[in-house]
């Protein structure tokens, strides 16, 4: 009897085991979908984690973030044209601004739920030092085609195919890119054979399960398994490796001559996510770190120091004519 007992009590062990298991793959594949693929209903995107209360993370975690697909709410005040390039992801709307004698072109990548319309600042900084600029819209964002975003994977084709289109046209080409942007940058070079003649990179997150597990930390939840539920999904989902995507492994495969931004109160990238992409980069390498600053554009707080990195750096890089 104890015996038999035994096993119906293992069993009923197994089969809630596998329920709950089960159930946990499901709330993680719904919740991949969600990160993943934008939506065409209007509203606001739900909030980065650290600004949610307690009510609003229970409220995330039970159905999913709220992902409009970014709109470009500003538009450029110096004279630009709209091009449409074409990638493997679909149709990719630019914004160009040349000036007159250029030294070379910025090609300008913005981070996850954003759009090109954030870069107008960075964009107008560049034309002042002499470059002509062309801001895109990583598909899925913007004016571009598409509503899927892998954060970084395969945006990589996306910049692929704007900075082989500008060399293409002649003259040096800098690459400015933040956050997911970032990623994709050094997933281009290390994978994709792009070679820019430098790279300006602000804050790449260290690796896609990195970041996921970011996101649990900040909903004061247990990152395993969860986390890694959700990077498998988020790559099955999408027909890639998600473990793979990983900006330090790609970053020891990156010679280009890159400036690397972060900010030291940053919740998302770590510093030692940071200390091992920059230590990793195989080529010329500069770091700038800004004190007090978040996950955000460095100009708002430390603009001096901001416009004085960029300006020093890119004839060291090489980047101008």
């Known amino acids: 009897m104890a015996a038999k007992k035994r096993y119906r009590y293992g069993r009923r062990t197994l089969v809630l085991a596998a329920v709950v298991f089960a159930g946990l793959n499901v709330v993680a594949a719904f919740h991949a979908w969600r990160f993943t693929h934008f939506t ?3 509203g606001p995107h739900t909030n980065n984690p650290e600004q949610l209360t307690a009510g609003q993370k229970l409220w995330v975690l039970l159905t999913g973030i709220q992902n409009p697909k970014p709109v470009n709410q500003q538009r450029p005040d110096f004279p630009y044209a ?3 390039l074409p990638s493997p992801n679909g ?3 630019c914004w160009y601004g040349p000036v007159a004698r250029p030294r070379g072109t910025v090609a300008l990548f913005h981070g996850y739920t954003s759009s ?3 870069l107008l600042t960075e964009a107008g900084y560049f034309r002042r030092l002499g470059y002509n600029v062309l801001l895109t819209d990583f598909a899925g964002n913007g004016g571009s085609e598409g509503n899927v975003c892998t954060v970084g994977r395969h945006e990589a084709a996306d910049v692929a195919a704007v900075v082989s289109w500008l060399q293409r046209r002649g003259g040096p080409v800098v690459v400015y890119a933040n956050s997911m942007g970032a990623v994709a940058t050094l997933r281009a070079e290390a994978e994709l054979g792009v070679r820019p003649a430098a ?7 260290g690796s896609m399960l990195q970041t996921a597990q970011g996101r649990f930390r900040f909903m004061h939840v247990p990152s395993f398994p969860m986390a890694n539920l959700l990077v498998f999904w988020g790559g099955v989902e999408n027909n890639f490796q998600a473990f ?3 900006a330090t492994r790609y970053a020891a495969r990156v010679r280009t001559p890159t400036l690397l ?3 030291t109160a940053d919740p998302r990238v770590t510093r030692q996510e940071t200390d091992a992409i920059f230590a990793a980069l195989a080529g010329p390498r500069q770091r700038q770190d800004f004190v007090g600053s978040g996950h955000e554009p460095y100009w708002r707080r430390h603009r001096a120091l901001w416009e004085q990195t960029i300006r ?3 004839p060291r890089a090489g980047a101008a004519q």
């Open 40 to 42: 065409t209903e209007a």
């Open 82 to 84: 709209t091009l449409h």
């Open 91 to 93: 149709r990719l709307e």
């Open 116 to 118: 090109k319309g954030k």
């Open 199 to 205: 790279n300006v990179l602000e804050c790449p997150y």
């Open 244 to 246: 793979d995507l990983d």
């Open 261 to 263: 931004l972060w900010g």
């Open 312 to 314: 020093h750096f890119l």
